[in-house]
């Protein structure tokens, strides 16, 4: 049954609260399932919706376990999943206690809600389990995760992302695809986890980054001085090993170079 048809047969109005934005095209959900997921593989979905995705994965054969905060959707998903072995969670995810999934190694294959684009992903970024994010976000976020070194889009959520892998955008994905249309374009973006550094590293990259971004404007060696309580000058040593230039800005630093620098701060 074509969404609208679906959506209205179950008096159902899509919720902008909670970024209710479904997709319905076949081609471009099984393109999306096949970026995220194959045969066999355990698949966290984040936001069910009408279920069009998640009927996608399971096509593939996929497992998957699927959230949905809205209960609305539950007659649904009970007409759009009939038939699959879907497993439905009705609930926030940023609350739940994913332990109980005890999924084992999982990839997370979603079209988010883009009200909670960045705290989805830090809910499961560092999670020794996850193999790989596949998520659909607005253009715009996909191309700050995506973003280099030294180039406008490049921030706290490049260097974040990066350091647990490769990124990459696999589709480009216009508002028109959407029901109902949101105000901007989306895109798919890929990571597969293989960190840069040490697992036992990363809280340290973490605060080296969050601190290099606190203010743009200023250099990394005021920054640092700022985060860390440290003297100025050793602020600006620091930074000269790792790039060269005492006056850089932490948005010249690359993944690697904030690697170098966390190692640097960890012994301060
Ligand atoms: N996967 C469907 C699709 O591609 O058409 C729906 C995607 S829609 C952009 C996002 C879905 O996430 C909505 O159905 C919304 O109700 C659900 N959602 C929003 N916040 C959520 C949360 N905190 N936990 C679980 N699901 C949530």
Do not use: W
């Amino acid at each position: 049954m074509e969404l609208k048809t679906l959506l209205k047969s179950h008096n159902f109005a899509c919720s902008k609260r909670y970024g209710q934005n479904f997709l319905s095209d076949p081609q471009l959900l099984s393109a999306i399932a096949s970026d995220g997921a194959q045969s066999g593989d355990n698949v966290l979905e984040v936001g069910a919706g009408a279920g069009t995705l998640t009927r996608a994965l399971c096509g593939l054969g996929a497992r998957v376990t699927a959230f949905e905060i809205d209960e609305r959707l539950r007659p649904v998903l009970s007409e759009t999943l009939a038939g699959t072995d879907a497993e439905l969670i009705f609930s926030d995810v940023m609350t739940y206690d994913l332990s109980l999934l005890e999924l084992g190694k999982y990839r997370v294959v979603a079209n988010l809600p883009y009200y909670i684009t960045t705290p989805v992903i830090f809910r499961f970024l560092y999670d020794e389990n996850l193999l790989s994010l596949t998520i659909m976000v607005q253009k715009e976020v996909a191309d700050r995760i995506c973003a280099k070194e030294g180039t406008p889009d490049y921030g706290a959520l490049s260097a974040q992302m990066q350091a647990m892998g490769n990124v990459r955008i696999t589709r480009k994905v216009p508002r028109n695809m959407f029901f109902p249309s949101p105000d901007v374009d989306s895109a798919v973006v890929r990571l597969d986890i293989q960190p840069i550094c040490n697992r036992a590293l990363l809280p340290h990259y973490r605060k080296a980054v969050a601190a290099a971004f606190a203010m743009r404007r200023k250099t990394l060696a005021n920054n640092l001085t700022a985060a860390y309580s440290l003297p100025k000058q050793t602020a600006e040593e620091l930074v000269l090993k790792v790039c060269g230039n005492r006056a850089a800005r932490g948005e010249t630093l690359s993944p690697a170079d904030f690697v170098r620098l966390a190692e640097l701060l960890t012994n301060v």
